[in-house]
């Protein structure tokens, strides 16, 4: 399962309601216009929890159902499996721009070709702010005026047409636009902005889903000396023609005032596993086939780790080239990567799958590149009916290690130590 919602980055009132809501809405637009184009000076780590649900009554799967059927998601069914992922995100001219946390560089390719699998949007961290109420052609109207959370709130209603939308659905290899609509609620007073709503309302012939429905709740979020708006809470929900639902929970965290040194890539973008390794006189050039074996230096738990994060383990047995005593790799030495899954199965076999991989080893303050690969158990994922075959192409998605972990409790944690053995890959084949 594979598909992406893209909101690149339109406004007259229709149905104007005469007095205060017409004149709170211009305020308020003018102020998210302008909060919007001050979140291109941050960037905020964005964290995905993402549940998929599998279907158990009986559905039809052949449409969706005359229009308007699936406008919201109704409860989901039983869960099947979780996952989670971690990016670091900024906006650059109304798009959003994404990086594996800690990175040196942001890329500019579409949110599909960074995480490769489940389905992933944009539009939460500031697109929805600058495609609604930045842009010409989104029409608003006054709906009512609400009590939330103790607050008056005004709820206004916006739609975005086609002709003027930016929010694009990814269906096979094309990205096509799409009309959508939703809600809005503004506090009068203060003309912040409360809650948003964002529905899709007339799909792409194509489209891999019925539906997608998006709510975010909004805060102001104190980051240096200013404050900045951004959801407290944005959760998708997205009905798959077959049934299935899937629901996506963001939250961000860990804001910050854009850096000198950070920059934005228009080239190759930086490897899944972490940056580019460092050059230097006397790099290690390990041959395919080399058993390594690799103790975890932290543990990683589930509850928290996310794909994404960086892990590092330490080499255990020195790795000596074939057929000679030569020292490749000393004990003691560093590998660096990155976690590329946290995913707990709950269906049919409750189990966990973590899996990670690593692009350099550390030895002496000389970095080298490193590639190798751990082959999950083929009895146990026989067992549990898990897929571990690598789900993208190229050489880069071999340079990974699986591992399952069968559990029925809630959360599992892979402890600092745990050792496992891998198996180097040609470093020329990057």
């Not at 104007?16 to 637009?29: F, I, K, S």
């Not at 998210?32 to 941050?42: G, I, P």
């Not at 995100?89 to 946390?101: A, F, I, K, M, N």
């Not at 390594?292 to 230096?297: A, D, G, K, M, N």
Request: net charge negative; glycine share 8%; charged share 20%.
């Amino acid at each position: 399962m594979r598909f992406a919602i893209l909101l690149v980055a339109s406004a007259a009132v229709f149905g104007q309601t005469p007095g205060d809501p017409t004149a709170v809405l211009e305020r308020a637009r003018a102020r998210l216009q302008a909060m919007a184009h001050d979140l291109e000076k941050y960037v905020c780590v964005e964290t995905v929890n993402r549940s998929s649900y599998r279907l158990v009554e009986s559905r039809e799967t052949a449409s969706c159902g005359p229009a308007g059927d699936n406008a919201g998601i109704s409860d989901p069914n039983e869960l099947e499996y979780t996952d989670r992922v971690r990016l670091e995100v900024t906006l650059s001219d109304g798009r959003e721009l994404h990086s594996w946390p800690g990175a040196t560089r942001f890329d500019t390719r579409n949110i599909d070709e960074i995480i490769r699998d489940g389905p992933v949007s944009t539009g939460s961290f500031g697109g929805y702010l600058t495609g609604i109420f930045a842009s010409s052609g989104v029409a608003f109207q006054y709906n009512s005026t609400l009590q939330r959370n103790g607050k008056t709130v005004f709820e206004y209603r916006y739609r975005v047409p086609l002709e003027a939308s930016h929010f694009q659905i990814k269906v096979g290899s094309n990205w096509l636009p799409a009309a959508y609509e939703g809600e809005i609620q503004i506090n009068p007073e203060s003309l912040e902005l409360e809650r948003l709503t964002v529905r899709t309302n007339e799909l792409p012939a194509g489209a891999p889903f019925c539906s997608a429905a998006t709510t975010l709740e909004y805060e102001l979020a104190h980051v240096g000396d200013s404050d900045i708006l951004l959801p407290r809470q944005s959760q998708l929900d997205i009905l798959i023609k077959s049934g299935r639902q899937t629901r996506n929970t963001i939250t961000f965290s860990n804001c910050r005032e854009y850096q000198a040194e950070s920059e934005i890539v228009f080239g190759a973008p930086e490897p899944a596993s972490t940056a580019a390794p460092a050059t230097g006189r006397g790099r290690v050039a390990l041959p395919i086939g080399l058993p390594v074996t690799l103790s975890l230096v932290d543990p990683i738990d589930s509850a928290t780790a996310a794909a994404g994060d960086p892990v590092t383990a330490t080499v255990v047995k020195p790795v000596l080239r074939a057929g000679s005593r030569e020292v490749l790799i000393p004990a003691g030495a560093q590998v660096r990567g990155r976690i590329r899954r946290v995913e707990h199965y709950l269906w049919p076999e409750p189990y966990f799958r973590i899996a990670a991989s690593f692009n350099r080893v550390e030895t002496g303050g000389i970095v080298s590149p490193f590639f190798a690969r751990h082959e999950a158990d083929p009895q146990l994922a026989k067992e549990l009916d898990a897929n571990v075959a690598p789900r993208d192409t190229g050489i880069w998605f071999w340079g990974v290690g699986t591992f399952l972990f069968p559990s029925k409790k809630d959360h599992m944690t892979v402890p600092a130590g745990f050792e496992s053995k891998w198996f180097t890959l040609d470093a020329g084949l990057r």
